[in-house]
């Protein structure tokens, strides 16, 4: 496979890359819980924290 001849600056990547950002954040509905959320992030039912349909961070537990 062909190499570059010369290096492109960090600068030239970044402008060009900067519009290949998505124009809306994909929504998901957990099958657990059935909330809606952010495709890769931690969303909060209550006081426990879940991501990909598992518990994180359980909340606090009243006796």
């Known amino acids: 496979m062909p190499n570059p001849k010369w ?3 960090k600068q030239r990547k970044r402008k060009r ?4 950002k998505a124009d809306m954040p994909q929504i ?8 809606k959320h ?3 992030q931690a969303y909060q039912v209550g006081e426990d924290l879940f991501y990909r349909g ?3 961070v359980k909340g606090q537990e009243e006796d």
């Open 54 to 56: 598992k518990v994180l």
């Open 7 to 9: 290096r492109h600056s």
């Open 17 to 20: 890359r900067t519009h290949h």
């Open 38 to 40: 952010v495709y890769h």
């Open 28 to 35: 998901s509905t957990c099958a657990v819980t059935g909330e």
